[in-house]
């Protein structure tokens, strides 16, 4: 058969299959889309939160050896 010939209702048939297919890739993106979003949040909220200790961790050791440096002065 050529591609005049092809049957209308079978024609129709591959376009609603292709257009399935369209619209299962288009949910399964946007469920993976909606996962990722919220995976980065996560990830930004214990960035913040690693960013905080880091700076306290740093400005307790930096007191230590302020006053280690104070009591080898006062020795």
């Known amino acids: 058969m050529s591609e005049l010939e092809k ?3 079978t024609e129709l ?3 609603e ?7 299962a890739q288009y949910q ?3 469920s ?3 996962s990722l979003k919220v995976k980065q949040d996560a990830l930004v ?3 913040a939160k690693l ?3 880091t700076t306290l ?3 307790r050791v930096e007191a230590m050896i302020n006053r280690l440096k104070a009591m080898e002065h006062d020795s």
């Open 7 to 9: 049957d209308p209702s």
């Open 13 to 15: 048939a591959a376009l």
């Open 17 to 23: 299959a292709k257009l399935d297919a369209l619209i």
């Open 28 to 30: 399964l993106t946007k």
């Open 32 to 34: 993976e889309n909606k």
């Open 45 to 47: 909220k214990e960035k």
């Open 51 to 53: 960013l905080e200790k």
């Open 57 to 59: 961790a740093k400005a």
